[in-house]
Structures are given as structure tokens and as C-alpha cells.
């Protein structure tokens, strides 16, 4: 069975960094589409940043220059390098993935089919 699981969310101050994991287990995952998305309270979610099977990035404007998004085939895992971050960072992070497509499709909620619980990040001014 194909699972996401997060992890890394955390409380920091505004300017601090943090790095988000996404372990994939039941499919190598990091051969095909992955990427970030995140929902603050009373917002709907947001993509992030997404990586494809050939390292290809795409970004959010939001967290370009900030965010770096990165993965391991050997561990089958993705990461998300979140540095300078602003209090307006603060959200629920979701790992996402798109089963068997190697390109990634524009970052959006629907066109994600896998879905992790989520990892809490925090910024405080």
C-alpha cells in the first residue's frame, strides 16, 4: 500500500530554517512526481513546490529563492529545504504525490492523487 509520511514540522522565529522529510513506502515514489503543498487556518491548500523524475523543480512565487525542494532515491525520500522563513510560512505541510507520471502537472490539489497526514510548521515573529 502507498503511504506519505511527513515529518520535521516545527516552531521557529521568523528568519530561522527548518527541513521537511517525506518518506515514501509501498512505490518508489522518487521515480515519479512529487511535491509540497501546505494549508493555513481557513485557507484552502496552496502547492508549494513540486520535483519531477528528472530533478526538474517548480516553485510557488511565494517561496522562490527561499524553499528548496530535493529528493533521495536510494532512502525514497523528498525534502523540503525551508530557509528565511516568514511568519506568513506558518501552515500545515502536506508531501504529495502523482502515481506513475515521471512529469509533474501545475500544483494543483486535484491533480495529486497520494496524500501525507501533514507536519506543522510555526513561525513566530
Known amino acids: 500500500q502507498e503511504q506519505l509520511v511527513e515529518s520535521g514540522g516545527d516552531s521557529v522565529q521568523a528568519g530561522g530554517s527548518l527541513t521537511l522529510s517525506c518518506a515514501a513506502t509501498?512505490?518508489?515514489?522518487?521515480?515519479?512526481?512529487m511535491g509540497w503543498f501546505r494549508q493555513a487556518p481557513g485557507t484552502g491548500r496552496e502547492g508549494v513546490a513540486s520535483i519531477d523524475h528528472y530533478g526538474s523543480t517548480v516553485y510557488a512565487d511565494s517561496v522562490k529563492g527561499r524553499f528548496t525542494v530535493s529528493k533521495d532515491n536510494a532512502k525514497n525520500i523528498m525534502y523540503l529545504q525551508m530557509n528565511n522563513l516568514k511568519a506568513e510560512d506558518t501552515a500545515v505541510y502536506y508531501c504529495a504525490a502523482v502515481a506513475w507520471s515521471w512529469i509533474c502537472p501545475p500544483l494543483t490539489e486535484s491533480r495529486y492523487g497520494y496524500w501525507g497526514q501533514g507536519t506543522q510548521v510555526t513561525v513566530s515573529l
Open positions: 509501498g512505490y518508489t515514489a522518487v521515480d515519479y512526481c
